[in-house]
């Protein structure tokens, strides 16, 4: 399997803070059957302003560190960009890194507690330039919370999303977990991730992970979304032909009913 979003680097950003802290997450991740992680550490505007040389280079080092471990792992170079304007303009000079350095992929996050103006344009500019976004973490944007037709916009628009596994067992809180849920089971999350930020529990939840995500999306789905499509945006390959179509399944809850009584608007 591939996890597609981590904080593994040493030292870069806020998560793994030494390389011990690093070998053991990656021990943890290969127990749970994990072969290739990506290392998408931050770059947020005016505190983690980290250059693709950076990354590239502190990737290599700590694959050579794995290896001499004996940690049988594959990291990739990535990068998690906070939405930024003038982001796509830097993504082509190639002062942003894209996923594998392929120029083809990116993984971008917003503020969670706001989706900037400006998002959906430098997302949509992204795509006409030949870069796909990939949104980190959608689940945990509460805006998005209200109802799905803005991540199904995506679709449309040639955007995707990566889901956090911790969310769906709660670790953001329990209106994150059924929003994280009802995305799954609606087709709406195309790739997975850890989102480690060290030796912690959530590197440990990928067996029972894989569980819940073929229960609520199918075993296809799982397969497509953990293997087939991170492997070829890996390779620089283009995937629109096999991004699942988005299902609409709806979902039975006593809190559903309520807010309808009350009038209040809900996820569908």
């Known amino acids: 399997m591939i996890d597609f979003h981590s904080h593994i680097l040493p030292g870069m950003d806020d998560g793994c803070a030494t390389t011990e ?103 949509e500019h992204m795509v006409e330039s030949g870069i796909t976004p990939i949104v980190a973490h959608p689940a945990r944007y509460y805006l998005l919370h209200r109802d799905t037709e803005e991540i199904r916009s995506w679709y449309c628009k040639g955007i995707l999303a990566q889901l956090d596994i911790a969310s769906l067992f709660g670790l953001h809180g329990s209106d994150v977990q059924r929003f994280a849920e009802l995305l799954i089971r609606n087709h709406l999350v195309h790739l997975l991730g850890s989102d480690l930020h060290g030796p912690s529990s959530r590197v440990r939840l990928w067996k029972d992970a894989v569980k819940k995500v073929v229960k609520l999306g199918g075993e296809e789905y799982f397969h497509v979304i953990s293997e087939t499509l991170p492997r070829m945006i890996l390779r620089g390959e283009d995937i629109r032909l096999l991004v699942p179509s988005p299902r609409r399944i709806k979902t039975f809850s006593i809190r559903r009913i309520a807010n309808a009584i009350l009038g209040n608007d809900t996820v569908d």
Request: net charge negative; glycine share 6%; aromatic share 6%.
């Open 21 to 123: 802290e690093a070998l053991q997450a990656a021990r943890a991740l290969v127990e749970q059957g994990i072969q290739t992680l990506v290392a998408s550490s931050h770059y947020l505007p005016g505190h983690y302003e980290l250059t693709p040389d950076m990354l590239l280079s502190a990737t290599r080092d700590l694959q050579q560190t794995l290896d001499d471990a004996g940690i049988v792992i594959r990291l990739i170079p990535g990068c998690e960009i906070m939405v930024h304007q003038g982001m796509t303009e830097r993504l082509l000079k190639g002062d942003l890194l894209t996923i594998a350095d392929q120029h083809t992929y990116a993984l971008v996050e917003f503020p969670l507690h706001e989706i900037p103006w400006f998002s959906m344009s430098v997302l």
